[in-house]
């Protein structure tokens, strides 16, 4: 062949090649793709799959394999911790949001995933387990950080949606047991994607008021349901605020059998919410009986007291032989004041009030002389034995009326006879 | 947000009730004086009490939060 054959094909060669392509570096095509994968409506739809292979590396980047379940097709997706809301795993079936882009350093097609979302029961199962173990692990559920809640509350906080039968039924219990109550009631939606946002404002907004103003117990309450519906009060950020309040938190989910994170968390589980309102003030009648019972035994103890008192004064006037006018005095204006202040109050006076008067009237030596007796008194004080006793002594003798002065003329029958 | 109303407290009375309760039970022989006016005390106290139980009504506000868009 001829040079200029050669050359002639080589040109027309060259001419053939040319009008087809311009020529773009490997950045710049890459960069072509990217702008044209952005033109798919990526916020529209969700990719559903199987994960496999995942992975996180340095405690920040997560990768998975989003699996195809019935082709053989995967898509290899990645995004950050702090993006991953919820706890997967292998063999979850998820749904995922996000933008596909070609990542120009090793040339990989990957899914850039915003949200990550478990399907069907099983999934949603797994996932709570994985959350709960979590929370037990970090000491979430551990008993000795649960508050106890005060006995008398004057404010309350309660949590709940308008429309749930909760709402009707702790208003409802709260107010045939207790009164006085301030309840602050914020309405949250308890299920569905405005749950858990507007869940963890209640709980910012309580917690940010000051001492005087914040309630002195938080109810978050609901009825009962699967577990799509209480998933947001299985939500990791909710349990978080359980967790971190301030304000102890009483938590009812539905009925017994229901069980959620937070009533794990919380600082007192109750298990519907009337039991809450049972949980959270007390029962007026239960109250009043501990006052009544309080009081009677106060006033029990008083008059033991008293009953002791008034008995060592007997006992003191057998010793002396006279009892001080002034105590005398003394115990029955004490008794006066005591059944006074007795009559007033719904209590039955009961026997040992009466053997404290049978007593007091035992004590009334005036009684004693009613029945005919006298006191005979020496130099002051009470005779008892004669043989102390000299003829010729002065003795006084008091009656029951009056009293006269007398000359002792004989001792225990003998007289002495008198030379006049 | 108005603060709480501490008027009441129902608890500190109700907790001096049963301090005076208490104090009945502690002295094995106790001042007369003392006792009668502890137990006058605790009826006044009882009293009060007995009025606040009889308050029916609870208060139910509802706080109008302001969600932003998430």
Known sequence: ?420 | MSPKKKSTNFTTAFEELEQITAWFDSEESLDLDEGLKKFERGLLIADQLKKKLEEVQNTVQEIKLKFQDI
């Open chain 1, 1 to 420: 062949m001829g040079s200029g054959l050669r050359s002639s094909i080589l040109k027309s060669t060259i001419e053939g090649l040319t009008p087809f392509m311009h020529s773009v570096s490997v950045s710049q095509f890459l960069l072509l793709v990217n702008e044209s994968l952005r033109l798919i409506p990526s916020q529209d739809f969700v990719v559903e799959g199987e994960i496999s292979d995942f992975r996180i590396a340095q405690e920040k980047w997560v990768s998975f394999d989003l699996k195809d379940e019935k082709e053989e097709a995967i898509l290899k997706c990645f995004m950050t911790t702090w993006q991953l809301k919820v706890a997967i795993e292998d063999g979850m079936r998820v749904q995922i949001k996000g933008y596909p882009k070609v990542y120009e350093r090793y040339g990989q097609f990957k899914m850039n995933v915003t949200e990550v979302e478990p399907v069907g029961e099983g999934a949603l199962r797994r996932a709570y387990e994985l959350v709960k173990k979590k929370l037990e692990q970090e000491g979430f559920f551990e008993e000795t950080r649960k508050r106890t809640i005060p006995r008398f509350p004057e404010r309350v906080g309660l949590i709940t949606s308008r429309d749930a039968a909760a709402y009707g039924d702790f208003i409802r219990v709260m107010n045939n047991r207790w009164g006085g109550v301030d309840v602050l009631f914020t309405h949250v939606h308890v299920q569905g994607r405005e749950a858990v946002p507007e869940i963890l404002h209640a709980f910012s907004f309580f917690n940010a008021l000051s001492v005087e103003e914040r309630p002195d117990v938080l109810v978050l309450t609901r009825g009962g349901g699967g577990l799509e519906d209480l998933h947001a009060f299985n939500d990791e950020s909710v349990a978080r605020a359980v967790f971190g309040s301030v304000i102890p938190v009483v938590c009812a989910v539905g009925h017994e059998r229901d069980e959620s994170l937070c009533d794990f968390v919380a600082d007192v589980r109750a298990s519907t919410p009337s039991n809450a309102a049972e949980r959270v003030v007390p029962n007026r009648q239960e109250i009043l009986y501990e006052m009544q019972t309080m009081t009677r035994h106060t006033q029990s103890r008083l008059q033991d007291h008293i009953e002791q008192y008034t008995l060592l004064m007997h006992r003191a006037t057998q010793l002396f032989g006279f009892i001080l006018e002034r105590h005398q005095t003394r115990i029955k204006s004490l008794f006066q004041i005591f059944l006074q202040r007795v009559s007033s109050w719904p209590v039955l006076i009961n026997e040992k009030v009466k053997s404290l008067e049978r007593v007091l009237r035992q004590l009334d030596p005036t009684r004693i002389l009613g029945r005919g007796y006298s006191i005979v008194r020496v130099g002051g004080k009470i005779l008892k034995q004669s043989s102390t006793l000299e003829i010729g002594s002065r003795v006084h003798v008091q009656l029951s009326a009056g009293s006269f002065d007398a000359e002792v003329a004989g001792v225990d029958g003998k007289s002495q006879q008198r030379l006049v």
